[in-house]
C-alpha cells in the first residue's frame, strides 16, 4: 500500500499547529500556576505541586504542612480553575462551532438565543426563590432557558423542511429582544436583593464554584466536545456551501440541527453555574482562525486550549486587581471583547469592503 508524503505547505501546516497546541498548552500550565498560588493566602509553586502530588499518592518534601494551605487548595482554588477553564474552552469551541455552520467569523452563540434563555431562566428562579433542586434550581433553570431558547429559535427559523441562516440569525435577535424584556419584567417583579442577585449572576463570576458543579459541566460538556470533533470533517465541507455540501454527502440541515443542539449544550452548561460571560466564543476562534487556518479540527482543538486559558487568566485579573474584592468575571471578557469586536468589524469592512 502506498502513502503520500506530506508536501512542503502540509508540513509547515502540521508544524504551526503543533506549535499553537503546545503555546496553549504552556499558557494554560502557567496560568494554573499563577491562579493556584495568587490570593488572599499566597502559596508556593512547590506547594502546589507537592500537593497535586499527594493528591496521587506520591508524598514529597514539597506538600504543605499547614492544613489552611491544603484547604485553600482544594476547596476553594482548584475547583474555581477547573470550573474557569471548563468554561473558557467549552464557549470558544461553541463559538467556533457557530461560525462554522453559519459560515461567518462574527456569530457567537448568543446569536441563537442560549444566553438570554438562560438569563431568564435563572432570574425566574431568583425573583420567585424556587427551590424545585435544591440549591442547584438556578442553574438547572439557567441551563433549560438556553436550550428552551435555541430550540424556539431554531423551530421558528424552519420552513418548508430547511432552515436559512439569515433566517436563523433574524428569529435568534427576535427571540433576544423578548427575552430581555421578560428579564426586565423580573427585575421590575422582584425585591432590591432579587434585582441584585440577577445583575451579578449576569455579570458572571467563578466564585464559589464547587467540585459537585466542575463536575456536570464535564461530563456535560466534553462529551459535547468530542461530538463537535467527529462533525468537524462535515464542517470542512459545510464551508464550500449548502449545494456542494449536500452532493458530497453532508445531510446539511441534520449537521445544523445537532450543531445548534451542541451549542445549546455546550453554552447552557457553561454558563449555568457562573453567569453570562460574553465575547470568548467570539474572540478566541478567530484568532485561533489567524494562526492556523480555517480546519475546523485543529481549530476547535486549539480553540479548547485558548478558551480555557484566556478564562484562566481573566480569572486570576477578577481576583487579584482589587484587594479584598472578586470582580465579576464578564465585566473583563466584555473590557477586552469589546475592542476588539470593533477591530474585527473594520478589518472585515477593509479587507472585503463590508456588508453591503
Sequence with gaps: MSTVAPTGGARTGRRRRLAVYAGGVVLLAIGVGLSAGLGQVAIAPTEVIGSLLRAVGIDTAWAPTDPIVEQTLWKIRFPRIAMSLLVGALLAVAGAVMQAIFGNPLAEPGVVGVSSGAALGAALAITFGLTLFGSWTTALLAFAGGLGATLIVYGAARSQGRTESVTLILTGIA???????????????????????????????????????????????????AVTIVLARRYDLLALGDRTATHLGVNVERLRILSIVLVALLTGVAVAFVGIISFVGLVVPHLVRMLIGPANRPLIIASFLGGGALLVFADVLARTLMPSADLPIGILTSLIGGPFFYWLIRRTRRRAGGWS
Design 175 to 225: 427571540v433576544n429582544a423578548f427575552g430581555g424584556a421578560g428579564l426586565a419584567i423580573l427585575m421590575f417583579l422582584g425585591d432590591n436583593a432579587s434585582r441584585e442577585q440577577i445583575v451579578f449572576w449576569q455579570l458572571g463570576s467563578m466564585n464559589a464554584s464547587r467540585w459537585q458543579e466542575v463536575g456536570l459541566v464535564t461530563v456535560v460538556g466534553l462529551a459535547a466536545f
